[in-house]
């Protein structure tokens, strides 16, 4: 099988989540669509992120998910589920990642799990989150279908009592976005845990941050993966085989 730059891309985010903490044992699915296409490549059932390589990728098309629900030793259900629908339902989901990570999880439990504008992180996300506020279980279609519907035309969606789910047009774009979502989280949960004051940007400056973080005129999710893979090349470049 020859091994796209895709794959290579998808391996170094889950080597790079690993190193990171952010992934849960065998649990969590990352995926990226195909060029002009909405079928995807996704990590198979039972691969630990630090060891998956470009080639472990499964290609799962959408005229056969059904098939492929009958071998759930293939492909996790939920994520083809959570995956396959968002692809085919969200335009400009063009990559996902959904992990239970530490910070973005504890802020789903939280009864307001708004992400308060206290630093330049969480005013990043500012009035561009949507929240998935109808946790039924683990992910099956029914619960697939809904998410779809609420991540709007945001790239981040926090998912109520369960974890987080980022979006991107690229692998980078989404990684950017899950890393800097994750970062953002931390720190709002620490200064919470102090039961100090936040001081809590007002609403002008936090969306004039935001709209900054969009217009920044260099690629940082592009870059930010370059810069990822570089380090890896070094390290372990079997994250490509």
Not at 163 to 180: H, N, P, S
Not at 184 to 201: D, G, H, P, R
Not at 203 to 216: F, H, I, P, R
Request: include cysteine.
């Amino acid at each position: 099988m020859e091994i796209n730059e895709l794959q290579q891309d998808l391996a170094a985010v889950f080597r790079w989540t690993a190193k990171l903490n952010m992934n849960e044992g065998i649990a969590n699915h990352f995926s990226v669509c195909l060029p002009n296409s909405n079928d995807f490549y996704v990590n198979g059932s039972g691969m630990h992120f630090s060891s998956i390589k470009a080639s472990d990728m499964v290609l799962v098309e959408q005229n056969k998910i059904e098939e492929i629900k009958k071998k759930p030793e293939l492909v996790d259900p939920t994520a083809l589920n959570i995956h396959g629908i968002i692809h085919k339902k969200v335009p400009h989901a063009r990559c996902i990642l959904h992990v239970h990570s530490k910070y973005a999880t504890a802020l789903s439990t939280l009864k307001d799990p708004t992400l308060q504008p206290i630093d330049q992180n969480t005013m990043r996300f500012y009035n561009r989150v949507a929240t998935y506020d109808d946790f039924g279980g683990l992910g099956f279609e029914e619960e697939s279908h809904k998410m779809a519907t609420a991540i709007g035309n945001n790239r981040s969606m926090l998912l109520a009592n369960h974890g987080i789910l980022t979006v991107g047009q690229t692998v980078g774009q989404a990684f950017d976005e899950l890393y800097y979502f994750e970062k953002a989280c931390e720190t709002y949960i620490i200064a919470l845990s102090t039961n100090k004051e936040l001081k809590i940007a007002n609403s002008k400056v936090a969306e004039k941050t935001a709209q900054e973080w969009e217009n920044y005129p260099v690629n940082m999710g592009e870059q930010h993966l370059k810069a990822i893979r570089s380090i890896l090349d070094k390290e372990d470049p079997s994250y490509k085989d």
